[in-house]
């Protein structure tokens, strides 16, 4: 079922490859990234807050995930950092992958024990580079390896799965886990088979029911995939290129998604007057916060 709800463009800034959006309901702020230009965007929800303040980093960094009321975890080329929210200041908490100058993070998402689920890809999309990791504290596991651009990390409510795909295959996978750790107990199954079809499954957020919502980059929409595996609902997006979407606002009623115009030419660019602009999509859905990342996990 294909819907139009409310969409606010967020900040009039584009990125080339925004990912990694993180919500503050203690300041109604939105965070992201832009990977590729090494930038991460601030801002607070309410009407005429923007524009955005822009953080230049040191380094790519993929993924936003809170700690506690003063500093962030990114997730970046070759590790995982802590930064401090008053001054930017910015510390390693552990490394990853730093050996191979070839990779670099990608999608994450914290799961409900707070242990980071992170991906690593080629820098150039390489098949095959691609991997998924645990991190508990700075207990680092890899759990799944051979991946091309692994996406859509996601948990369900209560922790006991969990979701993931290789965008470059179209196949959406559950797992399940241990609620207590987020470690898988099982061998991953096919959860939704896109393989074939328009545009990629990218990052995904799941709701209050369940319901796992991924954006489909060059699809120009929003999925939602029950946990049966059907997809139930799609919601058309005013940009081409989708990457990750959380939920946001008050009433975590709304989604933050980012966006990209990575590997658009000029034509395509025109054609998409909101390329890679980050959005606020009211859904009438209740979702999740993201939980903290614990460092003493």
């Not at 802590?82 to 070839?102: N, V, Y």
């Not at 049966?228 to 959380?246: D, H, Y």
């Not at 030419?265 to 990342?293: I, K, N, Q, W, Y």
């Amino acid at each position: 079922m294909a819907d139009s709800p409310s969409i606010r463009i967020l900040d009039p800034s584009r990125c080339h490859l925004g990912e990694g959006p993180s919500y503050d309901p203690a300041t109604d702020t939105a965070w992201w990234v832009d990977i590729l230009e090494n930038r991460l965007f601030e801002l607070p929800l309410r009407e005429g807050a923007g524009p955005a303040k822009v953080h230049a980093l040191p380094f790519m960094a993929s993924d936003v995930a809170a700690i506690d009321a003063e500093r962030h975890l990114l997730s970046a080329e070759d590790g995982l950092y802590l930064r401090t929210i008053r001054d930017g200041r910015l510390s390693l908490f552990c490394p990853l992958e730093a050996g191979d100058a070839g990779t670099r993070s990608n999608d994450g998402r914290v799961h409900p024990s707070g242990a980071l689920w992170i991906s690593t890809m080629g820098r150039d999309a390489e098949p095959g580079r691609g991997a998924i990791y645990h991190v508990a504290g700075t207990r680092v596991t890899r759990l799944f390896s051979g991946l091309t651009i692994p996406n859509g990390i996601a948990f369900s409510p209560d922790g006991a799965t969990g979701y993931f795909v290789d965008t470059n295959e179209g196949v959406l996978r559950r797992v399940a886990l241990d609620p207590t750790t987020g470690l898988p107990v099982a061998e991953p199954e096919t959860h939704y088979d896109h393989s074939g079809g328009e545009g990629g499954i990218d990052g995904a957020a799941v709701d209050a029911e369940g319901l796992i919502w991924t954006a489909r980059f060059g699809g120009a929409c929003l999925d939602a995939y029950s946990p049966a595996g059907e997809r139930v609902r799609s919601v058309p997006v005013p940009v081409r290129q989708p990457t990750c979407p959380t939920f946001a606002g008050r009433g975590l009623d709304h989604l933050l998604v980012t966006a990209a115009y990575e590997g658009m030419d000029a034509a395509e660019r025109a054609a998409d007057p909101e390329h890679g602009r980050t959005l606020l999509v009211a859904l009438g859905t209740r979702g999740l916060l993201e939980p903290a990342f614990r460092l003493d996990a």
